[in-house]
């Protein structure tokens, strides 16, 4: 997993999500989601077949999504958010090259 580049992009994101001063209850779900991005991400990649990884990174895409609304919602941090983009656009790109 050292050389994957999108996990190690959502283990970052995990890593400051989990260290942002937010009101507990978007805070107690930034956390869930934000951990969910990796769960489903080293999921996906222990899958055989396209169809179950892209399965698992569309998972994990919703869940980056559902993290963008809470940062949209209390925490305007032009850093985090720059990496959040930067990680939707490496899933999207995955998810992308498992269809077919």
């Not at 919602?73 to 990496?83: M, V």
């Amino acid at each position: 997993m050292k050389n994957f580049r999108t996990y190690n992009l959502a283990v970052l994101f995990y890593r400051k999500a989990t260290a942002m001063p937010l009101p507990r209850h978007l805070a107690d779900q930034l956390k869930r989601a934000a951990s969910s991005i990796v769960l489903n991400l080293a999921e996906g990649v222990g899958r055989e077949t396209r169809p179950d990884q892209r399965r698992f990174y569309s998972i994990a895409f919703g869940s980056l999504r559902e993290c963008q609304a809470i940062l949209d919602l209390s925490y305007p941090n032009t850093d985090t958010i720059e990496l959040l983009d930067k990680l939707a656009a490496h899933l999207y790109k995955l998810i992308q090259s498992r269809k077919g």
